[in-house]
């Protein structure tokens, strides 16, 4: 499966989901003028990556997978997006793939962290929070 790879703008971030570096990373600030065309295509990779890549993963026990967060900002209809791809990398981790959340934030930026920590209790999943 190829990899979904975006680069950031100024006002969405940087894309790097691949199968292969087995990471899915959002890097940079969220704030598409249009936050559906920007973030369906994210889901639907996600919806292939699922159909074509779990099973196997699982079966050849490929390791740990990671979801990492490095978002200096996002905008509140960027929330829906990403608990909509929390959730499904919680279904990715019910199916027995292993996957880590990391949640990166600046040490001054405790609303990043407490955002973070609200999406970690929403979804329910661990994540890991990362000071830079």
Do not use: Q
């Amino acid at each position: 499966m190829e990899a979904l790879i975006r680069d950031a703008s100024a006002y969405t971030p940087a894309l790097n989901f691949s199968p292969a570096l087995k990471i899915f990373e959002l890097k940079g600030v969220s704030l598409p003028e249009n936050v559906i065309e920007f973030y369906t295509p994210v889901l639907g990779w996600l919806d292939k990556f699922e159909n074509e890549c779990i099973e196997p993963a699982v079966k050849n026990n490929s390791g740990l997978h990671r979801l990492v967060f490095r978002l200096s900002y996002y905008n509140s209809g960027t929330i829906r997006y990403l608990i909509a791809i929390l959730n499904k990398i919680k279904r990715f981790i019910e199916k027995g793939l292993k996957v880590s959340v990391e949640w990166h934030y600046e040490k001054e930026d405790e609303h990043l962290l407490d955002s973070g920590k609200e999406l970690s209790e929403l979804t329910e999943l661990p994540f890991n929070y990362i000071e830079s």
